[in-house]
């Protein structure tokens, strides 16, 4: 293991004191003179035709400066792929889902745009609505979309070998029905932009996107205007997760039409009901799992048959389907797969992309297949994991699934090892199994996440190294750091490449007319992807660095050592100088010299065909084993969740901080959904839409937690880097349900197992003790 | 036409300096004035549009109803006095403490430091969780209006989801509870999902004066289980004057449940509240008349 | 428009505000001190805690009217020039904090639990800060935070 300056020591985060000191500042945050704020008014229908929007009476109100409809966007509509766009910024001619938005007012203060909402008038004529998937897929439901008259927003059917010859030749195999639940990406920040239309033809934004450059496309193709002329100016992000802050949103493109209608700058932020109503939310699926092994406990086929919860537009969902299917050959061998999936457009709010993205579903889903037959075999659950784990390939070769996903590192044995072989496994015959009316139990679950993901369009980072004459760096690129901490990865990687202290970098936040473009934060592309391009960038600065040295010092420029912060020549290290020294040498060289350097993210991308399944979509993946010990108050439901242990294989922990942080926070939000969060929904109706109802942990909630580190140092990430974000939240649920089962004897399938859920379900098996 | 409101409508501010001047106010404005304490339940309901008013009439000018003091015979809690003034107050915990056990679980310390208990029953939400407690030690409340000051017992106090026995021009002055003799012991459970931050599934509430096995007198008090907070008086009858044993406790525990009509909503069935109700005051009654609760 | 008088962070202030506005709004917007955040707007998420006559409050419930003549603490406040409270030391040290939209409110609930209990048990610092939502951290380093700025301040 190569000792590094700066890779892997637990630095402070780089932007830990602004945060502290309330000096962050965040989209709500901005505000511009002359400023007027927006209000979104929304339909009270889940299905409906628009017949006639009357804005008059709003427009008439003191301080209101100008009002919108549908029909202003001029029939734009957005959507992740040409063929799926869809989705208007606010409804046209028809509304899909409760709540959609139907008009917007700006207006000198908010409270005045509050009052002009209210007098909108929209007639409209009421249509049956379709909610639940199943139902939306069957003939005579109604149709939501013209383009789609069966309701079908996406349909794959993949086939990988002979899934029912294997399945005949099995020892046995399990058919269980899964489902995962209504859940929502739960960021405390909620979505807002500050948006300033000039006339002369340019648009400037300051909004809360971990994706500016999705935004920044989908306002150039509304406005009709070049991407030279859009500038999104990022402020601080309180929390991405995915889906919304991904895309775009009814506001986000009310205040730019705002803007220009009005001339002024227009700001709006949606309270959190507006949240939980009606921003995207994780798909909830409906997983009907066939697996087959053999009398040892060997894996031989899968067939997953998914129908997944669109709500009103397409959004992301072809990718969400695909990404459902991909892993369902790894992380344990699978020889014979099939795979139909059905995404079903219902008249619910739009279903999108969140973190774990299409994992969670099917990994909990084979994950307590595996567990449930390795109950029914008499075979370990932790040996029936290392029969199957795909083993971690010899370097120089690499792993391919039957669909072509391929890898490079696989740690998931360590991983398994190591959790097993922690006190929370390895001693939990010795510990407490009940105590009064709480049974304890210990789950173990052994999941994978795709990092450094790359699909359909533009998927390059770039980057830029600029070396001040004092020595200090600046590092541009266009990825965003929506709290994850990617910031400080990328410094990190810039200081160690560099040669350069920590302490000197200085990183931009992303401003779409200076930084390059980039996809965003999803996908756990950010360390990998605009790390590489930073890695670059700084190789190419420090050439030159090296290039003014080895001038200086009349030696070949490869004699040149840059290293944490002092450069010297390798044959003579006590003749050495500081970084800003060697910063100004190179500066001050004949009439001044500009040390730039430039790199962009190139690791090579795979086809990936979404119809048949094939292709691969992650530069890296992570394997994650995980143990959960939980107590479940066998009279109540309740359950107490009392410890994690993860070991999670991230290739290498370039900010052990970061990582740790991350997969606890993943691990708590995998929990939050396996038995707290769902939207009780009742005919597009959202029943519980505040803090209050709509559950996730507080402080007193969450188990403590302790994270291992299995290093395989990949070679396709910096510094051997793999995802370090989204794998604890695929592997928690699992585990979480199968310590449940441990405790309870009872295996849940469906998402959020709640203390009722676990009443009930003791009690039809005569086990409740009430 | 839907919309999310983020701000509070527009109202008038009033400030009286003494009750009677908060009483003529409300007394001239009925419905289009409200009534503000800690205003922890009334700023959320008018930021939602759930409730309306044209002034809101800050009592916290007035002096003299924060406090948190006793007579000897019984302790008086003021409108004013916070949820975290009543959980510190020595002389709560020293002979009041399942009044404590119920503060400490209400909401968060930010909501407990301007929330007050007089605002959470005058708010009636089933599931408040000083009711209970209230209910078991039989407390009384103080009401003020034009016609004069008139005590109601907290069973007579509630009489439906967020409506009680206030008349539009009263103001709720105070909560009074008998002191309880040195030997009685209560506690208060609340049953949630999480540990924090969440309404009581069910709440159950239980105080007794028992003496070598024997209970003279024993209080149980429910929430959210019933359209209002409620007592359980035939498992009361059972356990009162009767030599307690988990045979009795569990006998009474299920006569509890026929007290209920609790409803099925998004945060419960109505199975399951019942089934609860069961559990939650099985537990109570143990800790309290078998184990010596608190 | 009525007029309030009230200090901020040890300056005195005297505002015109609307009856119906919150503390929040006019800490946010009349004062410009934005590091107090809104998150939920019903005192459920703790993102607008600041501390009024010293204790921890939700901004988003209060009525500016009923600051009048209070002493408010918000997170601009709390670092002494160049010098950070131990506890936002400990949160930068630790790294208690992913996007730090919780962190402000966080930080002072934080500060108010420890002015009270300076040494605090684990369970008790969980429910001192129950009423502050976090979602990205899982609370592990904001509870390891606290943790350190006990250490630190007893020393």
């Known amino acids: ?770 | 036409m839907p919309l999310f409101y983020r701000r509070l409508p527009r109202f008038e501010y009033v400030s009286p300096g003494t009750v009677d001047e908060a009483i003529a106010f409300i007394s001239g404005h009925g419905e289009d004035a409200k009534l503000l304490a800690g205003g922890t339940d009334l700023v959320p309901q008018l930021k939602g549009r759930e409730v309306k008013a044209r002034y809101v009439v800050d009592l916290k000018a007035i002096p003299g109803l924060d406090a948190v003091s006793s007579n000897g015979t019984s302790v008086t809690i003021g409108a004013l006095a916070t949820i975290s003034t009543i959980a510190r107050s020595p002389l709560v915990n020293e002979r009041l403490p399942l009044l404590v056990q119920a503060a400490s679980v209400m909401a968060s310390p930010q909501v407990r430091n301007r929330g007050t208990f007089v605002g959470n029953i005058c708010s009636a939400v089933p599931s408040a969780d000083s009711a209970p407690g209230l209910l078991a030690l039989e407390a009384r409340v103080h009401l003020l209006g034009p016609g004069g000051e008139r005590i109601v017992a907290i069973d007579r106090f509630f009489t439906g989801p967020r409506t009680t026995v206030v008349a539009r021009d009263e103001v709720a002055l105070a909560i009074e509870v008998p002191l309880p003799p040195a030997v009685s012991r209560g506690v208060y459970l609340k049953l949630s999902p999480r540990h924090s931050m969440d309404l009581a599934v069910v709440g159950v509430a239980v105080h007794a004066v028992c003496d070598n096995g024997v209970c003279t007198r024993v209080r149980i008090g429910l929430g959210a289980v019933a359209p209002t907070p409620v007592r359980a008086p035939v498992a009361e009858s059972l356990l009162e004057g009767r030599a307690i044993t988990p045979e009795l406790v569990d006998e009474a525990a299920r006569h509890s449940v026929t007290q209920c009509s609790p409803i099925d909503d998004h945060r419960a069935s109505q199975e399951y509240r019942c089934d609860m109700v069961y559990v939650m005051t099985r537990r109570a009654l143990t800790q309290v008349l078998l184990e010596g609760g608190k | 428009m009525k007029q309030i008088r009230l200090k901020v962070n040890g300056l005195s202030h005297e505002l015109e505000v609307k009856p119906w506005a919150t503390l929040l709004d006019t800490l946010r917007e009349d004062l410009g001190l934005t590091g107090t955040k809104e998150g939920c707007g019903q005192g459920e998420c703790g993102a607008c805690t600041v501390l009024m006559d010293g204790k921890p409050v939700n901004a988003c419930l209060i009525l500016a009217m009923e600051a009048q003549g209070k002493e408010i603490l918000t997170i601009e406040g709390l670092a002494q020039g160049d010098e950070l409270h131990p506890v936002q030391q400990a949160f930068v040290d630790i790294g208690g904090m992913q996007c730090g939209f919780c962190t402000p409110g966080m930080v002072l609930s934080a500060k108010a639990l420890l002015d009270e209990k300076p040494e605090p048990t684990d369970e008790e610092i969980r429910k001192g800060l129950e009423g502050n939502f976090c979602r990205c951290t899982g609370y592990t380093k904001i509870i390891e935070s606290v943790r350190a700025a006990v250490e630190r301040m007893k020393g």
């Open chain 1, 1 to 770: 293991m190569e000792e590094y300056s700066v890779i892997g020591k637990r630095l402070p985060r780089i932007d830990a004191k602004e945060k502290v000191i309330g000096q962050a500042k965040y989209a709500a945050d901005c505000s511009l003179p002359g400023m007027l704020w927006c209000k979104v008014a929304r339909a009270p229908y889940a299905h409906a035709r628009i017949l006639h929007v009357d804005t008059s009476a709003a427009l008439k109100v003191p301080g209101v400066k100008a009002v919108i409809s549908g029909k202003d966007f001029g029939g734009y509509t957005w959507g992740f792929m040409a063929t799926t766009r869809d989705e208007p910024p606010l409804a046209v001619d028809k509304v899909r889902y409760l709540y959609e938005g139907v008009a917007a007012v700006a207006a000198i203060d908010e409270e005045t745009a509050e009052e002009a909402c209210e007098l909108i008038k929209v007639e409209y004529e009421e249509l049956p609505g379709v909610f639940d998937p199943e139902e939306a897929l069957r003939e005579g439901s109604p149709v939501i979309h013209d383009y789609r008259p069966n309701n079908v927003s996406v349909e794959y059917h993949w086939s990988f070998g002979d899934v029912e010859k294997a399945f005949a030749e099995s020892y046995i195999v399990r058919e269980d029905r899964f489902e995962t639940g209504k859940v929502i990406t739960g960021f405390l920040e909620p979505p807002a932009s500050l948006a300033y239309y000039d006339p002369s033809g340019s648009i400037t934004v300051w909004p809360a996107k971990q994706s500016p450059y999705f935004h920044y496309r989908h306002l150039a193709a509304c406005f009709r205007l070049p991407l030279s002329k859009i500038r999104i100016i990022q402020p601080f992000i309180g929390g991405g997760f995915g889906g919304t802050k991904n895309d775009s949103v009814a506001g986000d493109f009310c205040v730019v039409m705002l803007s220009k209608k009005a001339g002024k700058p227009v700001k709006y932020v949606y309270p959190m009901e507006e949240v939980l109503t009606t921003c995207r939310r994780r798909h909830n699926m409906i997983i009907y799992n066939k697996m087959g092994m053999t009398k040892e406990g060997i894996l031989t086929a899968v067939e997953s048959r998914v129908i997944g919860n669109g709500g009103a537009y397409t959004a992301i969902g072809p990718l969400t389907m695909y990404l459902t299917g991909c892993a369902t050959t790894m992380p344990y061998r699978l020889p014979h797969y099939k795979y139909d999936a059905w995404r079903a457009f219902t008249n619910n709010p739009v279903s999108a992309a969140m973190r774990g993205h299409g994992f969670t579903h099917t990994r909990f889903a084979c994950d307590i297949q595996m567990g449930m037959l390795a109950e029914e075999l008499g075979i370990d659950p932790v040996e029936i994991k290392m029969r199957n784990a795909i083993d971690n390939p010899k370097r120089g070769e690499e792993y391919r699934t039957i669909n072509g996903i391929s890898f490079k590192t696989c740690g998931l044995k360590e991983a398994l090892k190591s959790v097993a072989g922690e006190r929370l496994w390895a001693d939990k015959d010795r510990m407490e199994k009940e105590k009064g009316p709480i049974s304890y139990g210990v789950g173990i679950s052994g999941t994978t996440y795709q990092g450094g993901a790359r699909q359909l369009g533009h998927q390059s980072c770039g980057a830029m190294v600029r070396i001040c004459e004092d020595g200090t760096v600046n590092l541009i690129t266009g990825a965003t750091d929506c709290g994850q901490g990617s910031d400080t990865v990328l410094a990190m990687i810039a200081a160690e490449e560099l040669g350069a202290r920590y302490e000197d970098i200085s990183i931009k936040r992303v401003d779409s007319a200076y930084t390059p473009v980039d996809p965003g934060s999803y996908g756990s592309r950010v360390t990998l992807l605009a790390g590489q391009a930073t890695q670059l960038a700084a190789r190419d600065a420090k050439k030159q660095l090296m290039q003014a040295a080895a001038s200086a010092w009349g030696v070949a420029p490869d004699e040149v050592e840059i290293k944490s912060g002092f450069a010297y020549p390798k044959s003579k290290p006590d003749k050495r100088i500081s970084f800003e020294k060697l910063a100004k040498i190179a500066c001050y060289e004949g009439s001044g010299a500009v040390i730039l350097g430039r790199g962009h993210s190139s690791y090579g991308l795979e086809e990936i065909d979404f119809n048949t399944g094939t292709g691969n979509g992650g530069t890296s993946y992570s394997f994650t084993a995980q143990t959960v010990r939980l107590g479940v108050d066998m009279e109540t439901g309740k359950v107490d969740v009392t410890d994690f242990t993860i070991a999670h294989d991230g290739g290498m922990p370039l900010h052990p901080v970061s990582v740790e942080s991350q997969n606890e926070g993943g691990a708590v939000q995998g929990q939050s959904q396996a038995m707290y969060e769902q939207f009780i929904m009742e005919k597009g109706f959202t029943h519980n839409r505040t803090l209050l109802d709509y559950k996730m942990p507080r402080s007193t909630d969450v188990p403590d937690i302790k994270v291992i580190d299995i290093i395989t140092d990949d070679p396709d990430g910096p510094f051997g880097a793999k995802e370090a974000s989204e794998g604890s939240i695929v592997s928690t649920p699992p585990a979480l349900v199968d310590a449940i089962h441990a405790a309870t004897g009872v295996w849940f399938k469906e998402l959020p197992v709640t203390p009722e859920k676990i009443v009930r379900a003791l009690k039809e098996k005569g086990k409740w003790p009430g």
